[in-house]
């Protein structure tokens, strides 16, 4: 399915609004880190470089694992009403994981 263009300038403004409310609290802290806690500069900055490292080794971790306990759930459940609903799930999760891991 390809997105038109006023479709990408959608998702892009609200993903532009979500980083915009999230980088004021970002800033915020790194000053109250220095200035309050006095933090050396060096230090306040490696925590936050370090929080994105583990947030980028956990993140796919984390999905990947719940995502095979919904697709075992599934599998293991043996109602013939859920059978195409199950199938279309597990599909879709799929999906999800190989997009959600780059």
């Given amino acids: 399915m390809k997105l038109s263009i006023s ?3 959608g998702y892009a403004s609200g993903d532009f609004a979500s980083n915009l409310f999230w ?3 970002m800033f915020f802290f790194l000053i109250f880190y220095t200035d309050v ?3 050396p500069m060096g230090i306040a900055s490696s925590l936050y470089g370090l929080s994105r490292i583990l947030d980028g080794i956990t993140d796919p971790l984390l999905i990947g694992s719940f995502i095979c ?3 075992i759930l ?3 459940l043996d ?3 859920v059978k195409k609903i ?3 799930l597990a599909i879709s999760l799929l999906k999800i994981r190989n997009f ?3």
């Fill in 7 to 9: 479709e990408k300038l």
């Fill in 23 to 25: 980088q004021t609290f």
């Fill in 37 to 39: 806690f006095g933090l």
């Fill in 69 to 71: 306990v919904i697709l």
């Fill in 74 to 76: 599934f599998y293991v």
């Fill in 79 to 81: 109602d013939k009403l």
């Fill in 86 to 88: 199950r199938e279309d």
């Fill in 100 to 102: 959600r891991i780059y």
